[in-house]
């Protein structure tokens, strides 16, 4: 199974964005709420919560699309990639599509969220299914367990 070498690049599809990663996931998901199927034209989005000191852009100006609400997703301006995620209320992670870095072949997705709204042919090799969100105080374990499963 391929392993994440860090730092690790990537950027948007015309290159106009790059971006950086030298930090480790805190954790991998799927996301299959319809509002992720919809800004990814699939039947999930991958997110890897990276801790924001180990994220940079490092070429080009993302901006905002999606909802233009509280979380804030990143675009490039000219291809429209939806490249990451500040999640509304949270400094300390940022929420990359792992597809957007050039070696990705690593990614395996340990969570699935919002199964409830999955279509019914979707699957993922995830190890833990929540029909919503897990509750707020299961992080912590599943940061743990992702961090275990990752050596």
């Known amino acids: 199974m391929p392993t994440l070498t860090l730092p690790a690049e990537g950027g948007c599809r015309c290159g106009r964005v790059r971006l950086k990663i ?3 996931p805190l954790l991998t998901m799927a996301c299959h709420c319809t509002g992720c199927q ?3 034209s699939s039947a999930y989005s991958l997110s890897a919560a ?3 000191d180990g994220f940079e852009v490092t070429k080009g100006e993302p901006v905002i699309g999606g909802l233009h609400g509280a979380s804030k997703h990143y675009f ?3 291809c429209m990639t939806w490249m990451f995620t500040r999640p509304e209320g949270i400094d300390w992670f940022v929420n990359l599509r792992p597809t957007m870095l050039d070696d990705h072949a690593w990614f395996t997705p340990f969570i699935e969220t ?3 709204e999955k ?3 979707a699957a993922t090799p995830a190890v833990h299914s929540y029909e919503a969100l897990p509750a707020f105080e ?3 374990g599943l940061v ?3 961090a275990v499963a990752q050596k």
Do not use: N
């Open 50 to 52: 990276i801790p924001s």
């Open 114 to 116: 919002w199964t409830a």
């Open 119 to 121: 279509l019914p042919w």
């Open 76 to 78: 490039c301006g000219y």
């Open 138 to 140: 299961e992080y912590e």
């Open 144 to 146: 743990a367990e992702y």
């Open 38 to 40: 919809r800004m990814s």
């Open 22 to 24: 030298s930090a480790r």
